[in-house]
């Protein structure tokens, strides 16, 4: 029961954030910074506040992956309807753009991998901070300087510098390596197979081998 009181109050916190705090931004800051711009700093905005801060709370709520791998899941689906019924959120998604979706279902998965194979979910923490924390850094660093999306390789550099303490932090020096795999990683997407899967996923493989080294 506990668990389930603690979810609904971070659903209602998710929700504030992305209905409520990155809307009002859009509607104050489109005219100056641009609607395509602007969009993507909430996007980033989103996978600090609701992405990350969720991802660190979630070692110290639940005991088991199973309810934070479903709220990742219902996450994942709220945020691909809009695109299946053709009328985003236009303060935060774009239409050729869908890996918002990515980003949820990431966040999800990565806790019970983290729970079955390591016993905890701290790596989890790890992996996803890649992507919540190193990511947004990387797209509010490159979207400053560029004025537009790109993958300009100063933006993997502001990842590495943001990933690699937090790594560090929470499970020594392997985690540095971790952060700099994924920080390379992020510089690339295919299709669908976009950064959020990319960058979380290389570095997976990094601290499996490591790890059982």
């Known amino acids: 029961m506990e668990e389930v009181v603690a979810s609904i109050i971070l659903l209602l916190y998710v929700s504030v954030i992305v ?3 990155t809307r009002k931004l859009y509607e104050k800051y ?3 910074v641009g609607d395509r711009r ?3 700093y909430n996007r980033k905005i989103i996978h600090i506040f609701a992405g990350g801060v969720v991802a660190l709370l979630v070692p110290y709520i639940y005991k088991g992956p199973l309810i934070p791998f479903v709220l990742g899941i219902l996450l994942a689906i709220a945020v691909l309807i809009p695109y ?10 774009v239409p050729d753009n869908m ?12 806790f019970p991998i983290s729970y079955y194979i390591w016993g905890d979910m701290t790596y989890a923490v790890v992996l996803i901070s890649f992507m919540a924390f190193g990511d ?13 999306r790109t993958k300009h390789w100063i933006g993997n550099l502001a990842m590495f510098i943001v990933s690699a303490p937090i790594a560090y932090f929470y499970i020594g020096w ?5 952060a700099l795999v994924a920080s390379i990683a992020e510089h690339f997407e295919y299709k669908w197979i976009d950064d959020n899967v990319l960058a979380p996923s290389s570095a997976f493989i990094v601290l499996y081998l490591l790890t059982a080294l």
Do not use: H, P, S
């Open 38 to 40: 602007m969009r993507y």
């Open 136 to 148: 947004a850094v990387t797209g509010i660093v490159r979207n400053y300087l560029f004025k537009r």
């Open 30 to 32: 489109v005219d100056r």
């Open 99 to 110: 890996y918002d979706v990515n980003f949820c279902i990431v966040w999800g998965i990565m």
């Open 174 to 178: 392997i985690g540095i390596l971790a």
């Open 19 to 21: 209905f409520v705090v």
């Open 84 to 93: 299946l019924r053709g009328k985003i959120y236009e303060w935060f998604q």
